[in-house]
């Protein structure tokens, strides 16, 4: 039984997205996702809603206005090329307006007491859009419009990014800003390159950049460790009122394009960590990378599972490596910053 509400904010728009064939961010990861969360039988705790198309000023305290106006160009024109891995269709621009304007939504489902937990359930993801930059099958950062408009609205956030890949946009969105925390765990050598240990921030922002840099095959002990070692006393420093969490399940031990270790259920016990050091109905989920679809469709269900009590849990946790030498490299990091009392 579960013991929670759950909405879920995605749209058709969503599944139109199409960036070509045999390309891994395909549409049918949002089916498999939405399985995941019917697998759960929630009934009556289980909501949909349709993401609205996010406010252009909503955008523009994240990217600047012309990317949106080139966004709509390129589209307009039949869609094509970004980047090598980064490709549009005609009904792109509309997708990434959803997929911005979910978490949006998704806030306002847990500030009116509709849900405990909630689900920005969208594609395209969002994590490598930078200010300027589309790059990684991301158009808009969808996670750094919602913590600035909560940050607008004078509340502190912290973004955990667990998705395999360095969230280098939303990192480089708030190198600077003291209100938004942001933890990155993520595979290190890899994509997109950025998201070493000694990066920390600057100028007022300085410390609030934490990131957990894990080798290939890192699995559930490692990511137990960083979070009891790390993630959690930086998350209870910070105080924030808000968790977004960029949940990408492409460390998976199953995806097709990454080298991590983890199951299910370490997606599971890493979100449900998180999710207890913050205040209720005050977490929001955001679906970023994730490309095989069973394990896709089973870390969906485990996290949001965890997180009300629902007690599916498809897969066991997974052990492997502590990660020592990782985790004193950034407590070397950030030694010398001086945080707030």
Do not use: K
């Amino acid at each position: 039984m579960s013991s929670g509400r759950v909405v879920v904010v995605t749209h058709a728009d969503c599944v139109a997205h199409d960036p070509g064939r045999h390309h891994p961010e395909r549409p049918a990861r949002l089916g498999a996702a939405m399985r995941g969360l019917d697998d759960l039988e929630l009934g009556d705790d289980l909501r949909v809603v349709d993401a609205p198309l996010v406010d252009t000023a909503d955008v523009v305290r994240v990217h600047p206005e012309q990317l949106l106006r080139d966004l709509d160009l390129l589209c307009e024109r039949g869609g094509g090329a970004i980047d090598p891995d980064t490709h549009v269709s005609p009904e792109s621009a509309a997708a990434a307006r959803r997929a911005a304007g979910a978490g949006l939504a998704a806030i306002d489902e847990l500030r009116a007491d509709r849900a405990d937990v909630a689900w920005a359930m969208v594609r395209p993801p969002g994590h490598h859009a930078t200010t300027r930059t589309q790059m990684g099958f991301c158009l808009l950062n969808n996670v750094a419009v919602a913590a600035r408009s909560l940050v607008a609205a004078g509340e502190r956030v912290a973004i955990v990014d667990i998705d395999a890949h360095h969230g280098n946009g939303t990192e480089e969105i708030f190198w600077r800003d003291p209100d938004v925390l942001y933890v990155s765990l993520h595979q290190w050598p890899w994509y997109p390159y950025t998201g070493e240990a000694a990066d920390v921030g600057a100028d007022r922002g300085r410390g609030t950049t934490l990131n957990v840099p894990m080798p290939a095959g890192a699995a559930g002990r490692a990511y137990r460790q960083a979070l009891d070692e790390v993630v959690i006393p930086a998350l209870e420093r910070h105080r924030a009122d808000w968790l977004l969490v960029s949940a990408g399940f492409d460390g998976h031990r199953a995806d097709p394009i990454t080298d991590l270790g983890l199951s299910a259920a370490d997606y599971a016990d890493i979100t449900r960590r998180l999710a207890a050091a913050m205040p209720a109905r005050r977490t929001v989920l955001f679906l970023e990378g994730g490309y095989d679809l069973d394990a896709l469709r089973a870390s969906t269900a485990s996290v949001t599972s965890a997180l009300v009590g629902a007690g599916h849990r498809p897969e066991r946790a997974t052990d492997g490596d502590a990660v020592d030498d990782v985790l004193d490299g950034v407590r070397a990091a950030h030694r010398d910053i001086e945080y707030p009392s």
